[in-house]
């Protein structure tokens, strides 16, 4: 069974603050991403990282990919309280589109005004 | 972009009775769709791989007698839980695959009383 391990699992902070919330596996990707999901609806895609040491930023959120495709992280800048939500990294081990995703647990993320 | 529907967005039923999903692509052909499991505080959990015109992959621990998949066209997967109980109660993600993406539906809620 392939693990994918995120932390941390609950982050509570001040509005302005920085954070990072890490993904870690033993194997490697083929490709990973990261969603965002809010109470009630489907995880909605923010990036894909296929390159080792792949860096993505979309606006405050910068996503990196390791050099071994086995770990990645997202970092946001200047959390706002609009960033409160659910953020979970899958990854998919073969084949893209044709397998499965594994999420990791997910991090639960309060930022508070 | 393409989108993901699913039928009902929540449904109560009561234990011993079987409930129908349904999951539609609504602007692109999907041969590949995937059923996820999301209960609450928890991350998804990927129950099984529908393909269209064949038996669906399920994954270790799901009961396939269980949780029925037919995959009869390219738009449409259905999952039915069958003899539903209260521990069946959870949130059910579909995606469907167009190139190497995949698209999550906004979830069904299944309450079983």
């Known amino acids: 069974t392939q693990l994918l391990e995120q932390s941390p699992q609950f982050l509570s902070i001040q509005e302005g603050e920085n954070l990072t919330v890490y993904c870690n596996s033993s194997s490697v990707f083929s490709s990973l991403q990261w969603y965002r999901q809010e109470p009630g609806e489907g995880p909605v895609l923010l990036v894909t990282?296929?390159?080792?040491?792949e860096v993505k930023k979309l606006k405050r959120l910068t996503f990196q990919f390791g050099d071994a495709r086995k770990d990645s992280s997202l970092h946001i800048t200047a959390a706002q309280p609009g960033d409160t939500g659910l953020y979970l990294c899958?990854?998919?081990?073969?084949?893209?589109?044709?397998?499965?995703?594994?999420f990791g647990k997910g991090t639960h993320l309060i930022i508070q005004p | 972009g393409a989108v993901v529907s699913q039928h009902p967005s929540w449904v109560i039923c009561k234990s011993g009775t079987s409930v129908k999903i349904e999951c539609r692509s609504l602007?692109?052909?999907?041969?590949?769709m995937f059923w996820y499991r999301q209960f609450p505080k928890q991350s998804l959990m990927l129950m099984a791989t529908?393909?269209?015109?064949?038996?669906?992959?399920?994954e270790q621990g799901v009961e396939k007698d269980k949780f029925l998949i037919n995959h009869a066209s390219l738009t449409l997967s259905t999952l039915t839980v069958t003899s539903a109980h209260p521990e069946d109660s959870s949130f059910y993600i579909c995606s469907a695959t167009t190139g190497n993406r995949q698209y999550f539906g906004p979830g069904t809620r299944l309450t079983v009383t």
């Open positions: 529908s393909n269209e015109g064949s038996k669906a992959t399920y």
């Open positions: 602007d692109f052909q999907a041969t590949t």
């Open positions: 990282v296929v390159t080792g040491g």
């Open positions: 899958a990854g998919a081990w073969a084949g893209g589109g044709a397998d499965g995703l594994t």
